[in-house]
C-alpha cells in the first residue's frame, strides 16, 4: 500500500511537530552531557536524536500500525532491529538528526531524513530541515517536490549530464577506510570540486535540485540513503553501488553513488576502481 495523501500529510505534520517540540528547543543549548559518541570520537548521538526518534516512532505506531519501524538509535542500541527490513510489507526507516555531529557543533546543515518501503523498496521519502521548516518529498512513480508551508510544490529535477571534469558533488574521503583514502584523494581530482557537508539530508537536497552533480558515500546505512536515493531517481537521477550492484535500502555495505544521470554514475564507477581494479567500498565506522 502507497501512502494515501492524508496519511502522507499527518506523516510531515508529524515530523514538523516533533522538530518544534524535541530538536529545536535544543539547538544551540545542549548541555555537555546530553552528547556521547557512539562507533567513533566524532560519531555522536545526542539527548534530541534519542527523544525525537522516540516520539517519530510513537507516532508512526499511531499513524502506521502495521509498518516495522528502523530508527538509527535504535539500531545502535540493539543492531537485530536492522534485520525487520528485509521483506516487510511495510516499513518506515527513521534518521532523528541527520548531521548529529553539525547539530551538536551548533551548525545548522542538519536534518530528519524518513523513509517509506514496501517489500525492500522505498515508495515515499521526506527530507526535512527543522530550521526552516521545509522539505522535500518523493513518491514512487511520482516525482520529486519541495514544499514550503503556504506554498505551492515546486516539482524538482537533477542537473544537467556534463563531463566528470565540470562536476560538483559531495564525498568526505574521510568515511572510507584508512587504507583506500589516498586513492580516493587522488580519484576526486578529477572533478571539478567535491565537498563535503557531513549530512547525508542536505547533500541529497542540493543534488535532487541540480545545485550538485554527485553524491558519493561509503557507509551504506538505510536511514541515510533510502530517502535521497528515491528522490534522486525521481528527480531523473540514478543511484547505485560502486561495485555495480543496484542501490536498495536492505543493503547494509558498500559504497553509495548518486548522479545526476546512468553515464555519470558509470564514469565515477570507472574513476574510483583501485589500482588492483577493485571498487573503492571499504567504510570506516564513523556516522553522520
Known sequence: MALDLTTEKELIELIRDVARNEITPRFR??????????AAFDDLVTEADLCSEQAIALGINRLLPDAVVIGEEAVAANPAVLDGLPGADLAVIIDPIDGTWNFANGLATHGVLIAVTERDETQFGLLYDPVLDDWILARRGGGTWYCNPGCEPVQLFVSAEKPLNAMVGFI?????????RAHVSNAILSFARAHTLRC???????????????????SAKPWDHAAGALAVQEA???????????????????????????QAL????????SPDRRPVTEPNLREE
Open 236 to 262: 531523473g537521477g540514478c543511484v547505485g553501488m560502486m561495485d555495480g550492484r543496484d542501490y536498495a535500502p536492505t543493503i547494509r555495505d558498500g559504497c553509495v553513488v548518486a548522479a545526476n544521470s546512468h
Open 172 to 180: 568526505s574521503t574521510f568515511s572510507f577506510a584508512a587504507a583506500e
Open 29 to 38: 543549548r545542549l548541555h555537555p552531557d546530553a552528547v556521547r559518541t557512539k
Open 266 to 273: 558509470e564514469a565515477i564507477r570507472q574513476q574510483f576502481v
Open 200 to 218: 547525508a539530508c542536505h547533500e541529497y537536497r542540493l543534488l535532487v535540485r541540480g545545485n550538485v552533480d554527485f553524491y558519493i558515500n561509503a
